[in-house]
């Protein structure tokens, strides 16, 4: 009985000594860099986005110009293989076409939808057929998604997030549906993502000065706050586990988030980290971060 206990004591000690010397951010550490490699030739990409469908990139770039706000048409988007070569420089806009500084880009089947200042376009990319929606009250329109049909946009600077409905308005007589969905609320929205939950998730973007968080947003509620004043933040990605994937421009890095480790580095050293992509592969997940300021891609293999 008493070599029982004894052995039941060391056990729980063990496990406690076990717990102790676990680090705080375990779940966290799971992921790690197995590779980091840049692609140039760009001017001042923004934006990634991956089709699975053809299995390229396509990049948002403003142009020579790193000037966010200007209207001064020499924005594109281009098809890039997945090892960051330009299959073809300029693929949007069409003939008759004409983009700023597009920003962030999503896909879905054959549509890409692209947000460009006080608007936001939707594409065939087969055909190469768009049509641009004007977005009143919105001045620098920053990412979209698609969920259940309707297409969300942020806009960072008047601190709002719009829903268009339909999403896919290509071939819409009537026009789309504009609703508010939040604003005034301090957010400063810039990416956004559908979560696992049904929810839509977006993180801020203000200044060094006035850092924002990542936020939870579900209909006929007030926004979330799941993590206050993280930082700089622009794009974002849920993984299968919950975690997500930021960018923040005020530590230059790409981090792993969640609620128990918070925000764990994974890589660091950018000028501008923008609105990324993310492609499962049999390593764990590439992600494809354009640096806006250095002008270039990182393409960032995660693994365990």
């Known amino acids: 009985m008493i070599r029982t206990i004894a052995a039941a004591l060391a ?180 990416g956004v993502y559908p979560a696992k939950d049904g929810s839509l998730l977006t993180v801020g973007f203000k200044s060094k000065d006035e850092p924002r968080g990542i936020y939870s947003i579900s209909p006929g509620k007030e926004p979330k706050t799941l993590a206050p004043a993280v930082g700089q933040l622009d794009g974002l990605y849920q993984m299968k586990d919950g975690d997500l994937l930021i960018p923040d421009w005020a530590t230059g890095s790409l981090s792993q988030w969640n609620a128990k480790a918070g925000m764990q580095k994974l890589a660091t050293g950018f000028k501008g980290p923008a609105d990324f992509c993310v492609i499962p592969n049999r390593k764990g997940l590439m992600v494809v971060v354009p640096d806006l300021v250095a002008g270039e891609l990182r393409m960032i293999q995660l693994g365990k």
């Open 11 to 190: 056990l729980s000690m063990c496990l406690f000594a076990l717990q102790c010397v676990t680090p705080h951010n375990a779940l966290a550490a799971n992921l790690k860099v197995l590779s980091d490699t840049k692609a140039a030739g760009f001017g001042h990409p923004e934006s990634v986005a991956y089709d699975p469908k053809g299995k390229v990139l396509y990049v948002g770039d403003f142009g020579p110009d790193l000037k966010p706000a200007d209207k001064d048409g020499k924005g594109k988007i281009s098809k890039v293989s997945l090892d960051g070569k330009i299959i073809e420089a300029g693929f949007l806009p069409a003939a008759g076409q004409t983009l700023h500084k597009p920003k962030g880009i999503w896909i879905a089947g054959n549509r890409l939808w692209v947000t460009d200042i006080d608007a936001v376009w939707v594409f065939d990319l087969k055909t190469k057929e768009g049509k641009k929606l004007d977005l009143p009250g919105i001045t620098f329109a920053n990412d979209p998604a698609v969920m259940k049909g309707a297409l969300y946009v942020s806009d960072n600077r008047t601190d709002q997030i719009v829903r268009i409905e339909p999403a896919d308005f290509l071939k819409s007589k009537a026009a789309p549906k504009i609703t508010v969905v939040v604003s005034g609320k301090s957010l400063n929205p810039n």
